[in-house]
């Protein structure tokens, strides 16, 4: 199923509010976002079809732009904010020890796609760091204690999707 199959209406609201449909670009790579997880090569040719470009250039948009992924990441992306006002408040050592804890470095996904790391800059609350996202959601004043309880939970979150078995 395409993209604008899958969300033709978030699509066309987009398209509605530019006089030219090449400006919907960025809010259209958001939504291949949303749906895939990252953004496919198969989202970046329908796009440039849909606002009438050529792939190249929206291409050179996500690689551009950091928001952008156009690589699968884990299950959770685990985004933790190492921005000054943060790093003042423990935040570079706490995402070391969370690496650690996963044993990855920044950028990388666990070995069972499950977590991905990534240090990103301010996220607004900076007077409660550590502070992380994960999937957008997020936990603030961290520890290690919480965070271990959280990766605990949302294994237990995704062991309790998936599909029973006989075996
Ligand atoms: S600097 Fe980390 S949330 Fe603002």
Redesign the pocket.
Known sequence: MSLLERRKEDIERHLAKYPQKQSAVMPLLYIAQEEYGYITEEAMEEIASIVDTDVTQVRGIVGFYTMYYSQEKGKYLIQI?T????ALRG?EAFSAKVCEALGIQPGETTDDGLFTVENVM?????DR?P?IQVNFKFYENMDMDSFNDLIEALRREHDAMQPYSHE
Not at 83 to 86: A, G, S, V, W
Not at 122 to 126: L, Q, R, V
């Open positions: 904010c921005d000054l006002p943060c935040a301010c996220i607004g609350a900076c760091a502070v």
